[in-house]
């Protein structure tokens, strides 16, 4: 059973910088799109980026396009999201989780970005 482990969030002012890392167990996540989601109080979890089981092909959401960055290392079974230029509003928890919901697992406990004023 696949499970990640988010880390790497942190308290930032805004106009800095963030390397987000997620850890997956299992032997499946080599052949999965894989995703990362924010969650900001009040708010309905959004995904903010997707990158391809390969790597070869990534999306963002308008919100974080050209500040944000998604990659994977699938010799670690590693996601990264390199956040650049961030604002207050990138403030919430994030995780990472399969991009198709119907393989979704179990959200783990996400890693807080805190964007300072």
């Known amino acids: 059973q696949v499970q990640f482990v988010e880390s790497g969030g942190g308290l930032v002012q805004a106009g800095g910088s963030l390397r987000l890392s997620c850890l997956a167990s299992g032997s499946t996540f080599s052949i999965h799109g894989m995703g990362w989601y924010r969650q900001a109080p009040g708010k309905q979890r959004e995904l903010v980026a997707g990158?391809?089981?390969?790597?070869?092909?990534?999306n963002y959401a308008d919100s974080v396009k050209g500040r944000f960055a998604i990659s994977r290392d699938n010799a670690k079974n590693t996601v990264y999201l390199q956040m650049n230029s961030l604002k207050p509003d990138d403030t919430a928890v994030y995780f990472c989780?399969?991009?198709?919901?119907?393989?979704?697992?179990?959200w783990g406990q996400g890693t807080q970005v805190t964007v300072s004023s």
């Open positions: 990158i391809g089981s390969s790597g070869g092909s990534t």
């Open positions: 989780n399969f991009l198709l919901s119907s393989i979704w697992r179990s």
